[in-house]
């Protein structure tokens, strides 16, 4: 709904709906009403925020381009779930579980995590921001990055290098991690 709105517009960096903001949260009906991204919501039985994402046919951005020299997000977002003591946690196949430990290529989305034209620390998603105030997919769709230098904000795709991690206990719910990145074109 909103991602032609900030297609040519940014604040520090991120893209600023505020229509969008202001009408997924306008009072209907004495409660606030939020609206998924996706036109006709969340395919069936998937909760808003979970499941790999989907690219909506009207974004304005194109999927990300086929490439051979990054790890697939068909295997990232290929995860189950398992009942665990504080909730549902990650369960991990052994070809994720290879990628632990080593130093990895993931093409991915900008979502900063901070203000600003150059970034060390944001989350890359699987599929484009529609409205900075959404969360386009679930912990399976994105890769938390550190980058040793900074990374220059777009919102086009970008692949970034580096020791990857695969959470199994993450306090923030997050299932994959880049440390020491950095960008490669």
Sequence with gaps: MCHGMFKKRA??????????????????GGLAQLSSPV?????AGIPSGTGPGVHSPNSPFK?????TDVVPWSLLTAVKLRDGAKGP??????????LNGKVQRIQGFMMPLEP???????L???????CSF????????????????AVKYTMEPVVVEGKFSVLTDDPYGLYYRITDGTGVK
């Excluded at 999927?63 to 490439?67: G, K, N, T």
């Design 11 to 28: 604040w520090y960096g991120v893209g600023v709906c505020w229509l969008g903001l202001l009408l997924a949260v306008l009072p209907m």
């Design 63 to 67: 999927p990300l381009p086929q490439r």
């Design 89 to 98: 946690r990650p369960r991990f196949n052994p070809e994720q579980q290879a």
């Design 134 to 149: 959404c969360v386009p997919g679930g912990p399976e769709s994105m890769v938390e990055v550190t980058t040793s230098s």
């Design 39 to 43: 036109p006709g919501g969340a395919p």
């Design 124 to 130: 890359l998603s699987s599929v484009p921001l529609t």
């Design 116 to 122: 600003g034209e150059r970034q060390k620390h944001f």
